[in-house]
């Protein structure tokens, strides 16, 4: 009866106790867990996308698309480009080169333009030469203002987290060649 009661004072001043110990993990010689320093840091990127589908050397090029292309008719539903694209420091493609937008996106949904980007971010210029960031979202490409997930980084943008706004500048409805701007906040 005592050692019961002595038990219970115990585990209820177990769960009272704030947890004060950092994490330590450890599995033989393979995987460690340790608690991290938490010194955060913010980036704010901003930036213009060029996504050119005309011409002779387009930077988005069709790599994928469904059998029936009717069903699809509107929403291009099923098509899967793979996109080089450049990204400027203005909107003028002739401005200066800051890194490059590469992998796929494609259309994701049926009844509306929106498509699905997975796509890694690389840049050339000043301090972030070398860091990379993943995007990784819905882009409902026909809504004026959109925001997308960021999901990792390396370099400078190592464990990076954040979203980006990205807005049409200018978009040619005949070929689907577009300029966007993007404003990125990144946590790393
Ligand atoms: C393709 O779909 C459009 C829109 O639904 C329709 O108007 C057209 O007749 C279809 N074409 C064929 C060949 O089925
Ligand atoms: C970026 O880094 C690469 C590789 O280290 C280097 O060759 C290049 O000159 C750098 N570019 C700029 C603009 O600093
Ligand atoms: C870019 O995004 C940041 C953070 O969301 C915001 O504070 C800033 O006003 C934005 N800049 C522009 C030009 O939209």
């Known amino acids: 009866m005592m050692i019961n009661q002595q038990v219970v004072v115990i585990v209820m001043m177990m769960m009272l106790m704030p947890l004060t110990q950092s994490l330590k993990l450890n599995a033989g010689n393979w995987g460690r867990s340790f608690e991290g320093e ?12 060029h996504d050119t589908l005309s ?13 029936d292309k009717n069903k699809s008719f509107i929403t291009l539903f ?8 450049p ?7 002739k401005s200066k080169m800051v890194g490059r937008a590469q992998g796929l996106y494609g259309s994701a949904c ?3 333009i929106g498509l699905i980007m997975a796509m890694s971010f690389s840049f050339t210029d000043g301090p972030y030469n070398g860091s990379t960031f993943a995007l990784l979202g819905k882009n409902s ?25 990205a807005k049409t500048h200018w978009l040619d409805p005949t070929t689907g060649d577009a300029i966007v701007g993007y404003n990125v906040t990144l946590v790393h």
């Open 110 to 112: 049926q009844e509306e």
């Open 87 to 93: 990204l400027t420091e203005t909107s003028d493609p």
């Open 38 to 49: 938490n010194k955060e840091t913010v980036t704010n990127l901003q930036f213009y996308f």
């Open 78 to 85: 099923g098509a899967l480009m793979m996109a080089d694209d």
């Open 55 to 67: 011409g002779q050397n387009p930077s988005a090029v069709r790599v994928a698309q469904p059998v």
């Open 141 to 165: 490409a026909m809504n004026p203002v959109r925001e997308m997930p960021v999901v990792g980084g390396t370099g400078l943008f190592r464990m990076a987290r954040g979203y980006a706004i």
